[in-house]
């Protein structure tokens, strides 16, 4: 049974920082790419970081030079860094992934997700 659970959302000014956090379980995490992604109210969701089984990483530009994805293989977890937040950065974080080595920004790549973690920037 493959689980995934954010943690570390919540609300901060515009320019502050929060970091994400995602546990996985149930699969082999290491073989997996995984993401990040976001929704706002009322718009879909969109791909925000991925990490694939290399450390390769990749970024939507709305993002670029602000937040930072990483993994750490022995613990299972994913994190995501955000710096420099920007209102239009609030949205449900959600942790997905991928049971494959290639990675994506779109979200119906990823057959695998948390319940998500709310963040507000005000």
């Known amino acids: 049974h493959v689980q995934l659970v ?13 970091r994400l956090s995602c546990a996985a379980s149930g699969y082999t995490y ?3 790419c995984m993401g990040w992604f976001r929704q706002a ?11 694939d ?6 970024y939507a ?12 293989n022995a613990e299972n977890t994913v994190s995501l860094q955000m710096n420099s937040l920007k209102p ?6 959600y942790c997905a992934g991928r049971d494959d080595t290639l990675c994506y920004l779109g979200p119906s790549y990823y057959a695998y997700w948390g319940q ?5 920037v005000s």
């Open 6 to 18: 954010e943690s570390g959302g919540g609300s901060v000014q515009a320019g502050g920082s929060l």
């Open 30 to 32: 290491s073989r997996y």
């Open 41 to 51: 109210p009322g718009k879909g969701r969109e791909g925000v970081a991925t990490i």
């Open 53 to 58: 089984t290399d450390g390769s990483t990749s």
């Open 61 to 72: 530009d709305s993002v670029k030079g602000r937040f930072t994805i990483s993994k750490d």
């Open 88 to 93: 239009e950065d609030t949205g449900v974080y």
């Open 116 to 120: 998500g973690t709310q963040v507000t």
